[in-house]
């Protein structure tokens, strides 16, 4: 079993600047594939812990389609500044792309597949179904920090960033750092796995339609791949204007995975609908971060002189290769891991 940690942040402001290259919209229509259980533990959520709100669900994505997003309201998919009728975003979430030893059920052979799990709505697979007891069942919403009464009475077993296992938690936040430790003011939890990436198709096994089955053992469906994610949000100002995702992404199969690509599909409405065609974006290599602007700094949704904000993504903490001999992220250490105190 092994886990990656990876953070990354959203963050609106006001800028001016040159167009670069235009953002492409993903318009496929969806897959829709299911595990067994269908989609009876799927919540959704509101962050709305400083002047960033969004509408997310304990499945993956943040935004999603209109006929998603609508039933819950409006103007909710990367909001800025809250309650303003401003959105900067459409759909985004966590891609993880495997390599995995599979069988041809007509040959008999193995063979090598590559799998993506995402969770996108909207021209994307729906892979993930979230796991029971990790919020209120008798409501629609996910768990907040600042929340209790969307907490389970019993909370489901979860690590620690210590890597401690936190068994049959009452009446306490699951915080990252221990039971009742809150870094945020608002914080949102959720754990997920890919078992909706399956089909009953060749016994337990994902099977992809072409006489491929993969099998991930231990009773599980997809290729066994769990997701814990948490969400921060802080009101002082220096990040009011922010909102932090940290994703878990472990291996709980009884499987070897020895590849795995872990990345992040963005689908940013600058101005929102329809003014998305004239956005544009840049990538900010000396920091790591990709941002988007309108072209023309107008939109049918602003008033005239109204300013319309950037959108900035970045990921904070990602592995990196550890037996390059590189320092991969230009801070001075050379082949660093989460794995070995470098």
Do not use: C
């Not at 962050?47 to 499945?59: A, C, D, E, M, S």
């Not at 892979?127 to 389970?152: G, I």
């Amino acid at each position: 079993m092994k886990k990656i940690i990876l953070s990354l942040v959203f963050v609106n402001f006001l800028m001016a600047g040159p167009p670069l290259q235009k953002w492409g919209l993903n318009t496929e229509e969806p897959l829709y594939k299911k595990g067994t259980k269908g989609h009876v533990d799927r919540k959704l959520g509101i962050h709305n812990g400083n002047k960033l709100r969004t509408i997310f669900f304990n499945y993956g994505p943040i935004g999603g389609p209109d006929r998603v997003v609508q039933r819950y309201g409006s103007y909710l998919r990367l909001e800025w500044p809250a309650y303003s009728g401003h959105e900067y975003g459409y759909e985004m979430g966590p891609m993880i792309g495997l390599k995995l030893k599979a069988r041809n059920v007509d040959t008999g052979k193995d063979t090598t597949i590559v799998w993506v799990d995402d969770p996108i709505q909207d021209g994307g697979d729906e892979d993930f179904e979230p796991l029971a007891n990790y919020a209120n069942p008798n409501q629609d919403t996910l768990a907040f920090s600042d929340r209790p009464s969307t907490w389970p009475d019993v909370w489901g077993p979860y690590q620690t960033i210590f890597d401690s296992t936190i068994q049959d938690l009452t009446g306490e936040w699951p915080g990252q750092f221990g039971p009742g430790v809150k870094v945020a003011d608002q914080e949102s939890f959720f754990i997920m796995t890919d078992e909706a990436a399956s089909t009953k198709a060749f016994g337990d096994g994902l099977q992809d339609g072409w006489g491929i089955e993969y099998d991930p053992g231990n009773g599980l469906l997809g290729a066994g791949i769990q997701v814990t994610v948490r969400g921060y949000q802080w009101a002082a100002s220096p990040a009011e204007d922010i909102i932090v995702w940290i994703y878990e992404v472990k291996n709980i199969s009884a499987k070897d995975i020895d590849s795995v690509v872990v990345g992040y599909f963005g689908d940013f409405d600058i101005g929102g609908y329809p003014d998305y065609p004239d956005d544009m974006f840049g990538f900010d290599a000396a920091n790591n971060m990709v941002y988007n602007w309108d072209a023309d700094g107008q939109s049918v949704n602003y008033q005239p002189g109204e300013p319309i904000g950037w959108l900035g993504f970045k990921f904070l903490e990602s592995p990196g290769n550890s037996t390059d001999g590189i320092d991969n992220d230009n801070d001075g250490l050379v082949d660093e891991s989460q794995y070995n105190d470098i």
